[in-house]
Nanobody, 127 residues
């Protein structure tokens, strides 16, 4: 019954913006640390950003820091990723994922174990 559904992907020009959403159901979203993970064409899945349960603390991969903002609305069971100043190298399928065991670490610049994934939403940044 656990379900994560991403939306908001699309095609944009370099320098443009997109906001991704992930709606969650089937679990206690407000007790779950969450991440965004992306997979570029031909590449593996790499961690992008994480947020703690209450949304007070966030962390980012160096490649997106200063450009992306992760947030959540626990009342709506929704996770967001605001992406600004998009670059071609941001082109990827973006996945919402629940951090396993509720893990979240400050000053952690890598990924986590994940126990649930959404199906992804595609972001294409090109001229």
């Amino acid at each position: 019954e656990v379900l994560l559904v991403e939306s908001g992907g699309g095609s944009v020009q370099p320098g443009g913006s997109l906001r991704l959403s992930c709606t969650a159901s089937g679990f206690a979203f407000s007790s779950a640390a969450m991440s965004w993970v992306r997979q570029a064409p031909g590449g593996g899945r790499v961690w992008v950003s994480a947020i703690n349960t209450g949304g007070e603390s966030t962390s980012y991969a160096k490649s997106v820091k200063g450009r992306f903002t992760i947030s959540r609305d626990n009342a709506k069971n929704t996770l967001y990723l605001q992406m600004n100043s998009l670059k071609p190298e941001d082109t990827a399928d973006y996945y919402c994922a629940r951090n396993a065991r509720g893990e979240y670490y400050e000053n952690h610049d890598s990924g986590y174990d994940y126990d649930y994934w959404g199906q992804g939403t595609r972001v294409t940044v090109s001229s």
